[in-house]
């Protein structure tokens, strides 16, 4: 009695999708036995169909107006989708200056080694630069001394 | 000239077809009509309502990805559209629960020969417009099932996928939407039990 009582609950919840064609296979046949011999069910499936019947005998039958098409196609942007012939110039334009401008980069980048002379080393030009911005700092730090004595009266 | 589907009119229009939109309105004007007259139960609105629907599904036509069958994602479109439109409107329609019952009952009482006459007729529409009610009454996750499956009948398995929402969820809905209407037209007093159209 059990299992007949899961059984019915199980079924009763599937008995819309059943009316709809929803269930197919073994299910359905599952189904369709369980019907033939269980009354509760039988008249479950019953009530739907009445439900059915009585909900759309008091409905109306609502179709759209004449002209409904001209009206929406009237109303829609019509050059949304449209692939314009001035856009397809205009992206061929782009693309052949975008690769104008990477052959010009790849040019620069393969003749920018030899640049510098080849009798001048790397090495002692970093070291020049180094020099010259120690002999900057200690400049700089003779004139800071001048303005503390000044201030702070050579304290 | 083999039929269109309805996903590769879709492609072709954006491809910049787009007269091939009024293919579309073509197939699925009077369904959507019937399914928005529903909620709004005004003609006039259900006419503004449903170009308001088309305009926004061609306007998305870019976004419609195959995953769902144009179907669905058009009605799921269509069927959000009018939970926005009730909500927006907070439609406050006259509940006949409210009507006195003996008034019910005395009408009811005229019902006598088969011969419809011009009262019976009358009384038959007040019927049909009272039970038009009782749905329009009920809470909105139930009215809104009740409409695609007994009205426009989709499978719960459609409605599942219009409304992403899972199909056991759709099947409790429509079992719970039943018991209330049952409940509710019963105790409309007709003699305890649904009355034979």
């Known amino acids: 009695m059990e299992v007949e009582r899961l059984n019915c609950s199980r079924i009763k919840n599937s008995l819309h999708g059943y009316l709809a064609g929803d269930i197919e296979g073994l299910e359905k046949i599952l189904i369709e036995e369980h019907i033939k011999s269980c009354n509760v069910c039988k008249e479950e499936l019953e009530q739907i169909k ?10 109306d039958d609502v179709l759209a107006p004449q002209g409904f098409i001209t009206d929406i196609m009237t109303n829609i942007d019509v050059k949304r989708y449209k692939i314009s012939q001035k856009n397809v110039v205009y992206s061929l334009k782009s693309l052949g200056a975008s690769l104008v401008c990477a052959g010009i ?13 080849n009798s001048i080393e790397p090495m002692s030009v ?26 702070y009266g050579g304290m | 000239m083999e039929k269109l589907k309805d996903e590769e009119i879709i492609v072709l229009i954006l ?37 308001e629907i088309f305009i926004k599904v061609y306007n998305n036509l870019h976004k419609y990805n195959n995953k769902a069958s144009f179907s669905t994602w058009f009605y799921r479109i269509a069927v959000n559209s009018c939970i926005d439109w009730t909500r927006k409107r907070r439609l406050v329609t006259v509940s ?47 009215k809104t099932v009740v409409i695609l499956y007994y009205y426009e009948d989709f499978s719960p398995r459609e409605i599942s996928d219009i409304l992403n929402i899972p199909k056991k969820t759709i099947d409790s809905r429509l079992y719970r939407a039943r018991d209330i209407l049952k409940s509710r037209i019963t105790n409309m007093e007709y003699g305890g039990g649904a009355f034979e159209l």
């Open chain 2, 15 to 51: 491809k910049g077809k787009e007269q091939l939109y009024s293919e579309l309105v073509l197939r699925y004007q009077n369904r959507l009509f019937s399914t928005i007259y529903h909620y709004t139960r005004d003609y006039e609105d259900a006419k503004d309502l449903a170009q």
């Open chain 1, 105 to 117: 980069m790849l040019f620069m980048l393969n003749t920018n080694v030899e640049v510098l002379p």
């Open chain 1, 126 to 151: 970093i070291d020049k630069g180094v020099t010259q911005i120690a002999d900057k700092i200690m400049k700089l730090d003779g004139i800071t001394g001048r303005i503390e004595n000044k201030l």
């Open chain 2, 96 to 142: 006949t629960f409210e009507t006195d019952e003996n008034e019910e009952i005395h009408i009811l009482e005229h019902i006598s020969d088969d011969t419809p006459s011009p009262e019976d007729v009358l009384l038959k529409e007040e019927y049909k417009t009272t039970i038009k009610n009782i749905v329009m009454d009920l809470p909105e996750i139930y």
């Open chain 1, 50 to 59: 009445d439900m059915k019947r009585l909900l759309k005998g008091c409905s």
